[in-house]
């Protein structure tokens, strides 16, 4: 293989990986440690000497100008400042690698490369590169190594079994206590410190155990101080004393016993006191509860207008004659209970105008337990509506004043009544007003604006 060397502007570290063949590569690779290793004798043929650095050759290539040999990089360091042929000076130029020098140069008896450690090894160049500094076992013993365990330090490859055995802190090592293994720098601090078998000693000097049975120990151990057990007795004596502290004890503990019997009977007696009059209090709690409970729901049950009642069993009441009562309401809140009762009757002489029946309606009031905490008498005017369930328009509306009077100062509790409400034969459907109050056999009734003459309190239907 021949390479012509001419002027390039190409970088000259490229064109040197360039001109390797894949051959050469495992050649070039001992060859650059010729300048680091000496030879046992110069070469006897000096066309294995560079012209250039005057050295042996490294890589040794022929120019077909002048048939000198000449190390690869010398020529190419020198060719990248003068184009021309280091001897002849001829351009133009090729070159081609000499095999066999390389071959006699690989046979040259040379010195190790680690000489200067202490390695007094001699051989052939090529056993140099190939076996001597690459062997692990029966190889040179100085060159520099890092440890296989990945602590990270380098030594010569003889110490390095002497490092992993005794000195590198990450090395293979078992706990001599649980036989876990890991690495020494992990077993010699955090394990050793949570290690179940390492041995702890009695805080009490009883002896040396095992963490894992230190905590059972302590909880039986014979030389612990404590407490006596009998109550009463502030003794601190050891565990294993124990029976005798009691045994030589035993009339103190019975007057202990004794004292303590007297204490808990006299606590039992103030404490049944005690109850009894607790037990009162939660009777006396439990009526006053009851009747807030009572009054708070007869107040929520009356509800203050606007509100709505539902008149059922239309027809029954028109052929009994009967008063059909709503539930009770208050005027406001915490006012006066009231109640509206409605009555289908025929017409009266006074109205015999009107033919048929009528509705009347009467507003009556209650006898409550907030009566006597209220203003009387008091004027009072109120809404009443007799609803169109055929929609939210056209209410038959009235409005009913009268004085209210307490029930117990008159012989009726009814305050003011209307006789004429509205006509039975207006409660129909009617087809040009679209209204119709009577449907489902039941009347539908509104308790409105509510209006006193001596209060602020107004409702709004």
């Not at 720098?185 to 049975?213: D, E, S, V, Y």
């Not at 004596?237 to 019975?254: A, C, F």
Request: charged share 20%.
């Amino acid at each position: 293989h021949a390479y012509i060397l001419t002027h390039t502007t190409r970088p000259l570290h490229n064109l040197h990986y360039s001109i390797y063949r894949t051959s050469d590569l495992h050649m070039s690779s001992y060859y650059s440690e010729n300048h680091h290793c000496e030879f046992l004798h110069p070469p006897e043929d000096q066309d294995l000497v560079c012209p250039i650095c005057r050295d042996v050759l490294t890589n040794p290539h022929t120019t077909t100008c002048c048939k000198k040999l000449f190390c690869l990089h010398c020529l190419l360091r020198s060719n990248a400042q003068h184009p021309h042929c280091p001897l002849c000076r001829q351009t133009g130029f090729t070159v081609q690698p000499s095999e066999n020098h390389s071959m006699a140069i690989q046979s040259m008896p040379a010195y190790c490369t680690m000489r200067g450690s202490g390695c007094n090894w001699t051989g052939p160049l090529q056993d140099l590169t190939r076996t001597h500094l690459q062997a692990q076992d029966g190889g040179c013993m100085f060159v520099p190594a890092l440890c296989p365990d990945g602590c990270g330090q380098q030594m010569p490859r003889g110490e390095l079994r002497a490092h992993r055995e005794g000195r590198c802190p990450l090395r293979p090592f078992p706990c001599p206590h649980c036989q876990e293994v890991g690495t020494h720098q992990h077993i010699t601090l955090p394990h050793l410190a949570t290690c179940t078998m390492f041995p702890l000693t009695c805080p009490n000097g009883c002896g040396t155990m095992p963490r894992c049975q230190l905590e059972h120990h302590m909880a039986g151990c014979p030389l612990a101080l404590i407490w006596c057990s009998f109550p009463g007795c502030t003794e601190v004596i050891h565990r294993r004393d124990e029976p005798v502290h009691n045994k030589e004890n035993t009339q103190r503990h019975l007057d202990l016993l004794a004292s303590a019997v007297r204490r808990v009977t006299r606590d039992l007696q103030e404490q049944e006191k005690n109850n009894h009059q607790t037990k009162l209090h939660q009777q006396q709690m439990e009526l006053v509860h009851t009747r807030l409970t009572q009054l708070e729901q007869r107040m929520n049950d009356q509800v203050g207008p606007p509100i709505d009642f539902t008149m059922t069993d239309y027809q029954r009441h028109c052929c009994h004659g009967d008063w059909w009562c709503s539930p009770a309401f208050r005027t406001h809140f915490r006012g006066y209970s009231m109640y509206l009762a409605v009555q289908v009757k025929p017409v009266s002489r006074q109205m015999a105008g009107n033919v048929g029946r009528n509705i009347a309606m009467e507003l009556r009031v209650n006898e409550d337990d907030l009566n006597e905490h209220l203003m009387w008498p008091q004027w009072c005017t109120v809404t009443v509506q007799m609803l169109n369930q055929l929609g939210e328009r056209d209410h038959f509306t009235q409005t009913m004043r009268g004085e209210i009077k307490r029930p117990m100062e008159v012989p009726s509790s009814c305050c003011w009544a209307v006789e004429c409400f509205i006509a039975c034969s207006e409660l129909g459907y009617d087809p040009h007003r679209h209204t119709q109050y009577l449907k489902e056999d039941c009347l539908k009734i509104r308790v409105g604006e509510v209006r006193l003459q001596d209060t602020n309190f107004m409702y709004d239907a």
